[in-house]
């Protein structure tokens, strides 16, 4: 091969990994702004007209149409962040950018790929033992520490002011759901959250027990109030049975007609026999698409039998009602018997305060499953949909905390701290691996960076005055937002989840040693 084609191929080479890091850097940058108490939000219009108000990174980079293949590593990256923590995603966002930054300057002084990426990934196993130096460990059962660390993941969403109302009613949801002694990891779908417009925020409430977002059918006068119910959950149909395919019965004679009407009548009239013979007070009906899942002749004489009937039960919320309330889902009338129902204490019929809608409470459950309901008020499905999302996340730090029980403090204490003690350990390397390792170091100070910037703050300033309060040894200086100034961030209770940071930092390396090594895309049809 000739010079001139190998000068060709290395070239080639290079504008790959620019154009990489180029996209990448695109939209690290897009969410930088959000990062932090005093990040903006974003206001994304999808295409049929539907508007979401967020500043979570996760939500904004999936609602992002991005077509590079790079920048689409980046939009995973988030969402695997958002997968493992639950918290942190625009972070790791911003860490990699910073990262890919670096390797910018690395890759222009002739330093091979290769060499930068097996550099960051001793760098990174370095972190995590820092990490585990600075960090502290938390008692479960502790539970102020719990959602003290909620509030600073909370701090920095559009809800933040009702934080007081969403952490401690997300640790007890967590809590009431799991063992604190033997749990290593939280099932978030034991906990539903129920979404009702009206009221606001501050009235969103834990209720241990189920929620339906409907009220009771009462159009035939059924009852709202049940005491000491038995409730059955049925999937069959209580209307007329219809053909299997699409077929038409024309009816010309009066006596007849009058026969169809009367059959129908006494079929619906004995499933719902059947039904009260069982000892059932409420029944939930699941939706169906074959057939009407019920007709007013059904409800007319379930309201006769006092049966109180809750309709359009959703497929996919089978398994939790079947678990909360200890009852077996029935396919046909002629398997439903008493030891398929559940139990409960009360079942009621509220009109929400602030609203219109009405749903129905399950309190008092026999025996029930581990599973809770939250269910979250707000003025409007925009504020709603924020607090779903900004609810899911508290839920996450509290899962985190499940997961790997030591806190550490925010603020952007833990990567200062890592920029410190990285930068020394990269004097004890040689060669090309020190000086990898040192702009790793450097890298990673973007966090405080940002947080001072979006705060209005002088960067420049705030992140040299961190600089030498962590040589000092005060390694729980972090930026204080509020005050403007740097202060201790474990007096000011700003703490965070270890595994948040570790888990950043780590998917982060990982993504951007995998966006050095490719050098070339290659298009197939």
Same mark, same amino acid.
């Given at each position: 091969m000739s010079g001139g084609d190998t000068h060709r191929g290395l070239q080639k080479e290079k504008d790959v990994r620019m154009s990489n890091i180029i996209a990448a850097k695109g939209v690290a940058d897009a969410v +930088?702004?959000? @990062? =932090?108490? +005093? =990040?903006?939000? *974003?206001? &994304?219009? *999808?295409g049929d007209g539907e508007v979401i &108000?967020? $500043?979570d990174g996760a939500t904004i980079l999936s609602q992002m149409s991005v077509y590079h293949p790079t920048a689409k590593m980046l939009v995973e990256l988030s969402q695997s962040q958002d997968i493992e923590a639950g918290d942190g995603t625009t972070s790791v966002c911003v860490i990699a950018g910073s990262l890919l930054n670096t390797c910018q300057g690395l890759l222009d002084k002739g330093i091979h790929?290769? %060499? &930068?990426?097996? %550099?960051f990934m001793a760098a990174l196993q370095q972190a995590d033992i820092i990490l585990q130096g600075v960090s502290r460990p938390v008692d479960l059962a502790c539970r102020e520490d719990l959602v003290n660390a909620v509030t600073t993941c909370l701090s920095s969403k559009v809800v933040s002011q009702n934080s007081d109302t969403i952490s401690p009613i997300s640790v007890d949801a967590v809590l009431s759901v799991i063992d604190a002694d033997t749990a290593t990891n939280v099932d978030l779908n034991d906990i539903k959250i129920v979404k009702q417009i009206g009221g606001t925020i501050d009235d969103t409430e834990l209720v241990n027990g189920l929620v339906f977002d409907k009220g009771a059918k009462k159009t035939a006068g059924g009852p709202t109030h049940v005491k000491d119910a038995k409730i059955g959950l049925i999937q069959f149909c209580l209307s007329a049975p219809k053909s299997d395919m699409e077929n038409n019965v024309v009816v010309s004679d009066y006596a007849a007609m009058d026969r169809i009407l009367r059959e129908e009548r006494k079929y619906i009239l004995g499933l719902c026999k059947k039904i009260k013979k069982a000892g059932c007070t409420v029944v939930l009906i699941q939706k169906s698409i074959l057939r009407? %899942?019920? $007709?007013?002749?059904?409800?007319?004489?379930?309201?006769k039998m006092g049966i109180m009937v809750i309709t359009d039960i959703e497929r996919n919320d089978i398994d939790f009602i079947s678990r909360s309330l200890n009852c077996m889902p029935v396919a046909h009338v002629d398997s439903f018997t008493a030891d398929k @129902? =559940?139990?409960a204490e009360l079942c009621n019929e509220v009109t929400m305060p602030g609203g219109t809608q009405r749903v129905v409470k399950v309190t008092g459950v026999a025996n029930p499953g581990r599973t809770c309901t939250i269910l979250v008020r707000g003025t409007n499905k925009l504020t709603l949909d924020e607090a779903d999302r900004s609810i899911h996340d508290a839920l996450c730090v509290v899962r985190s905390l499940v997961k790997k029980r030591f806190l550490i403090s925010g603020g952007g204490v833990a990567e200062t701290e890592l920029a410190l003690k990285l930068s020394k350990w990269a004097k004890e390397q040689t060669g090309m691996k020190a000086y990898c390792v040192r702009a790793y170091a450097e890298a990673l100070e973007i966090v405080p960076f940002t947080l001072a910037e979006n705060a209005g703050l002088n960067p420049i300033n705030i992140v040299t005055e961190l600089r030498k309060q962590h040589a000092e040894g005060n390694t729980d200086a972090g930026i204080n937002v509020r005050r403007n100034c740097i202060t201790n961030m474990s007096e000011e209770n700003v703490i965070q989840p270890l595994l948040v940071n570790t888990s950043a930092i780590t998917l982060a390396t990982e993504c951007v040693c995998m966006i050095l090594k490719i050098d070339d895309v290659v298009p197939v049809r």
């Open positions: +930088r702004t959000s @990062l =932090g108490p +005093r =990040g903006m939000d *974003k206001m &994304i219009q *999808k &108000i967020t $500043n790929p290769t %060499a &930068i990426s097996e %550099a009407d %899942a019920y $007709n007013d002749l059904s409800l007319h004489f379930l309201a @129902l =559940g139990s």
